[in-house]
């Protein structure tokens, strides 16, 4: 046998490591029930002449030689096959741990690690606005087309800017009519990204003005509209009714923007530089943000000399443009960072609470280990009196650490597996990179990089406390007993640390659950059941604006006259996410447009606030009579009330909004209503201000269609079908839910977290109910003889089980002290994912503490129960 050189020196020490490595082999031979000669034969055999192993030893100049590694693996399997259950709770334990880290480390490598599918990704940076007046958060908001035009003109330090907005398109292919999502990008966008087509070519320059209609498919679209057939290049579709050129298709994998539903189309900004009867084009008006950017940044260029850049130019334009720049500035954010948003603060959240549930488990095995060692305390003792140094004994049992680890490992890539999938399940949808989680090499590499230093971090100490055993202990009755009372503090010090950190866990998901059920409990200010909801494109090719008006007015009218339907209509539709703003005037208050405040608005059909069942506070709803000819009216929210019409009555007061119609001036719109504040973009913000106007005076296409019955939902969308198709067969309806759908979309993120929180807490619970019973079980296991003694001298079993549930009280009790402070202050980082809920909340800390002390109790009793029915005259008898 090839033995390994722990370290050069001279004859002498190698022979006594050899000398050593030779009295364990015999020594584990007699173990193993080997008579004394047989296995001193055996193991000279085994090893060979001394000389050749010498020369052998110096030749490996101090490497640590794989066959011994392979013997102390070959020995720890040995030792665990002799104690399956120890092995399968520890394989178990440490699998749960591993499992869970992978599992999230899969989706943070996915969301917020891999680097996006574009050349150069770290170039690419968000372009944004910022709102500067006063009172406005400083969020990155959407621009406009004429700054994007001067901002591509003028900044030096990009190789290239472009813009893109999404859009939707009614496509009609083999006779049917098709929605599809699709986007409107600058002529530049595929070069910016750095992404050519795989079939045809790109948008030039000349393109983006008005009437070149021409159209880039995705792949899928592709393959299954076109059958994947080259010829499908130069032919025309037909979109929202006009023809567009098909120019070329991009690969399969490319997804930009990134949204859900991915986009299967693009146009170029041709498409909004077409000017509408009575209206300018949206590329001439500055005033108009709606519009992202993405820019990329010359290879010498950093984030900050560009954002240095676009700031002068803000300013320059603030200048010349007054009006509509004077309170805007600009951000600058690396794309990958933009994708990510909010998500990220959720995701560490979880990545620390799956880091605790890892702790938990390797303290569970350090004290399995600890047990294990204290019980193996003499055969330690033998090895050691043989002549075993105290490091061959170190790395023997970190060996068995190591083994259990890579079996744990093992399970634990299988379970990490399956939580992918749930993950992937429960996950919402509108975040970048979900439907992209894999466990692939590198997080394969993370999880066995986790293992290994686990295995270090929960195998160290106890391999190190039982080197420590004296040789004299092997002849000695009461060696375990020694052994087990110097390793009792660490293990209960190690049942303290894994109790506070199941109380930080137990607080954070006991925080959030709390915080979604006042969530989804929330009045968002109207009724949520009986109500469904679709959307169609009327072509602006063949629909003029008044045309559109017509023809919602004609539709509403027909399906609100049907028995048991109220049918009215929405832009944007409340909880979709989306939000309308828009500055405006009140009389007698003259303010310069660029300081004008903003409100939320919202495009509304007659009887919209009684078919949605909001409230009215004073004045009445729309109806019919509001047209396009009638006096210009709106509607206000309470907030929107106090906070600008206080000391007035509301109704009857005139405010001018800053919305295109048709007038060629903007006219002033008298209040005729106070509605109560309603949730808009989402359950969770808070009250905004708010004004509502008339579709007929003021329509911005699409809008949504809004139907409550008490019909099942299928049959209210037939009708809607044949209404529509009836009129016009070439629209499409899309975007079919029902409003309850839309709150679960509402509240999907804060569910997600919520639910992983709750699950990795209630693992963390799980282990360490199960470390305190193991740490109260052995405790009594090494007490027998003094629960006998107390018996035979007349303790009652009430008496003895107080005596070990007290023990196990002071432990909970101090691990729940140190969880609190824990808790206290990490807490604070759930801040901006609470609803309703204070970090220190008093109700959620109560509660855990509660649980945490009723589970130590459960835990405790059945080895105090154990402790009660010790036979004295057995106890008296035992080792």
């Known amino acids: 046998m090839k033995l390994p050189l722990w370290r050069r020196g001279q004859d002498r020490e190698l022979d006594e490591e050899i000398e050593s490595h030779l009295r364990l082999e015999i020594a584990d031979r007699v173990a193993r029930g080997e008579p004394q000669d047989e296995a001193a034969r055996a193991a000279r055999r085994r090893f060979g002449n001394v000389t050749v192993v010498k020369e052998v030893t110096r030749d490996m100049w101090g490497w640590v030689g794989f066959e011994q590694f392979a013997h102390d693996v070959r020995y720890a399997l040995r030792a665990l096959r002799k104690s399956p259950g120890f092995a399968i709770v520890a394989i178990a334990t440490f699998a749960l741990g591993i499992g869970v880290n992978t599992a999230m480390f899969s989706v943070i490598n996915a969301v917020m690690l891999r680097p996006l599918p574009f050349p150069q990704p770290a170039q690419l940076v968000d372009v944004a606005e910022l709102d ?33 907005h999404d859009s939707a398109f009614t496509m009609l292919v083999g006779g049917r009519s098709v929605h599809t999502p699709g986007a409107v990008v600058s002529a530049d966008f595929f070069t910016t990204l750095g992404v050519p087509p795989t079939l045809g070519r790109g948008f030039r320059a000349d393109e983006e003005r008005a009437g070149s209609d021409v159209v880039i498919l995705s792949d899928s679209l592709w393959r299954s509209e076109f059958g994947a057939a080259r ?15 098909i120019i070329g298709v991009m690969p399969p994998a490319f997804r930009f923007p990134i949204r859900v539903p991915a986009p299967q189309l693009w146009v170029t900004v041709a498409d909004d530089a077409r000017a509408l009867p009575g209206d300018e084009p949206m590329t001439t008006q500055r005033g108009a943000h709606y519009i992202g950017v993405v820019g990329r940044l010359r290879p010498a260029v950093t984030l900050a000399a560009a954002r240095s850049e676009l700031d002068a130019i803000a300013a320059a334009l603030a200048r010349e443009h007054p009006d509509d720049n004077g309170t805007r500035g600009v951000m600058l954010t690396p794309e990958l960072d933009r994708l990510v948003g909010d998500t990220r603060r959720a995701l560490v959240v979880l990545v620390g609470a799956v880091a605790c549930v890892l702790l938990i488990a390797c ?26 140094s105290r490091r061959r004994v ?88 020694t052994a ?25 998901a006991g925080l959030l659950v709390r915080g979604f059920y006042l969530l989804v409990h929330t009045d968002p200010g109207y009724d949520t059941t009986h109500v469904v909801t679709a959307k169609f494109n009327l072509p602006e090719q063949r629909y003029s604006y008044l045309k559109q008006i017509a023809f919602y007015d004609d539709l509403f009218a027909d399906l609100g006259a049907r028995p048991g339907l109220q049918v009215t209509g929405v832009a944007p539709m409340p909880l979709s996410g989306s939000r309308y703003t828009l500055s405006f005037e009140l009389a007698g208050a003259a303010v310069p447009q660029a300081r004008r405040p903003s409100a939320d608005f919202a ?41 600008f019409l206080q000391g007035h009555d509301p109704i009857g007061q005139r405010v001018k909004l800053s919305l295109s119609t048709t007038e060629k001036e903007t006219p002033w719109r008298e209040v005729v209503a106070v ?48 209404a529509i198709g009836r009129r016009d067969p070439e629209l499409a309806l899309y975007d079919v839910r029902t409003l309850e759908e839309y709150v679960g979309r509402s509240v999907a993120a804060a569910r997600f977290q919520m639910l992983l929180l709750a699950l990795f807490a209630a693992l963390a619970l799980a282990l360490t109910a ?20 107390r018996l035979a001298l007349g303790a009652r079993p009430q008496e003895v089980m107080r005596l070990v549930l007290r023990g196990a009280m002071r432990m909970a009790g101090a691990g729940v002290a140190v969880g609190v402070v824990g808790a206290a202050l990490l807490t604070r980082l759930l801040g901006a994912a609470l609803y309703g809920v204070h970090p220190l909340d008093p109700v959620t800390f109560a509660l855990v503490i509660v649980s945490l002390f009723g589970v130590a109790l459960i835990a405790a009793f059945v080895p105090a129960r154990r402790a009660t029915r010790v036979d004295p005259m057995m106890a008296l008898r035992a080792e």
Do not use: H
């Open 770 to 789: 199960v470390g305190l019973y193991g740490v109260i079980a052995y405790g009594v296991a090494q007490r027998t003889r003094e629960f006998g003694i």
């Open 603 to 643: 495009l509304v059909g007659p009887v919209f606030f009684r078919t949605m069942q909001i409230p009215i506070v004073a004045g009445r709803d729309f109806t019919a009579a509001d047209s396009d000819s009638a006096p210009r009216v709106l509607a206000v929210n309470e907030t929107f009330a106090q906070m």
């Open 132 to 164: 500067l007046r006063p009172g406005q958060p400083r969020v990155p908001g959407s621009a406009s087309w004429p700054n994007f035009f001067d901002w591509r003109t003028r900044a030096t330090s990009f190789s290239g800017v472009s813009a893109y």
């Open 675 to 722: 509605v109560r504040d309603f949730k808009q973009k989402a359950l969770d913000e808070p009250s905004r201000p708010a004004f509502f106007v008339p579709y007929a005076q003021g329509l911005i296409s699409p809008m949504f269609i809004v139907a409550r019955t008490t019909d099942p939902p299928a049959r209210v969308i037939e009708q809607l079908r044949e």
């Open 484 to 508: 087990a009372r110097g390793q009792g503090r660490l293990r209960a010090a190690l049942v303290v640390a894994e109790t506070g950190l199941g109380v930080v866990l137990l607080v954070a």
């Open 231 to 245: 010829s499908a290049i130069g032919s025309t579709l037909s979109l929202n009714g006009r023809p567009f050129t």
């Open 363 to 388: 303290v569970n095995l350090a004290n399995l280990l600890l047990a294990r060692g204290a019980g193996r305390s003499r055969e330690i003792a033998l090895r050691l009196a043989l002549g075993a």
């Open 394 to 481: 170190v790395l023997q049992l970190l060996a068995e650490s190591l083994v259990l680890a890579g079996a744990g490992t093992a399970a634990g890539l299988i379970l990490a597996s399956w939580c992918v999938r749930v993950l992937t399940t429960v996950a919402p949808t509108d975040v970048r990179g979900l439907d992209e989680v894999t466990i692939d090499s590198f997080v394969l590499a993370f999880t066995a990089a986790v293992g290994f230093l686990s295995a270090l971090a929960f195998g160290s100490a106890p391999a190190w406390l039982g080197s420590q055993t004296s040789p004299r202990s092997a002849a000695s009755d009461d060696g375990r007993t």
